[in-house]
Nanobody, 115 residues
Framework: QVQLVESGGDSVQPGGSLRLSCAAS????????MGWYRQVPGNQRELVAS???????NYADSVKGRFTISRDYTKNTVYLQMNSLKPEDTAVYYC?????????WGQGTQVTVSS
């Protein structure tokens, strides 16, 4: 069973940037479509961005033009580059397969955008 570990979260000011990383424990990751999700306490987890094995990408409307998802097959890692961050981007960010699998949810990484 593949394990996913997120990292890169931090506290930044509005307009700042962060790059999140999601490291997969096995190369089995290469055949998966992957997604970045986020959750604010009290709200449902939402899909932020997804990328297929073939490189097809989709973004939530709220992050289009600001976030970029990418993957490095040599490192079994998926990235989320986040630019022009807004306070409403504050959330715990998770990676998972796309569509998500319950058993693959990890601890996530906290992103806080505040002045």
């Amino acid at each position: 069973q593949v394990q996913l570990v997120e990292s890169g979260g931090d506290s930044v000011q509005p307009g700042g940037s962060l790059r999140l990383s999601c490291a997969a424990s096995t190369s089995e990751f290469r055949v998966y479509a992957m997604g970045w999700y986020r959750q604010v306490p009290g709200n449902q987890r939402e899909l932020v961005a997804s990328i297929t094995r073939g490189g097809s990408i989709n973004y939530a409307d709220s992050v289009k033009g600001r976030f970029t998802i990418s993957r490095d097959y040599t490192k079994n890692t998926v990235y989320l580059q986040m630019n022009s961050l807004k306070p409403e981007d504050t959330a715990v960010y998770y990676c998972n397969k796309f569509p998500a699998r319950y058993e693959l949810w990890g601890q996530g990484t906290q992103v806080t955008v505040s002045s």
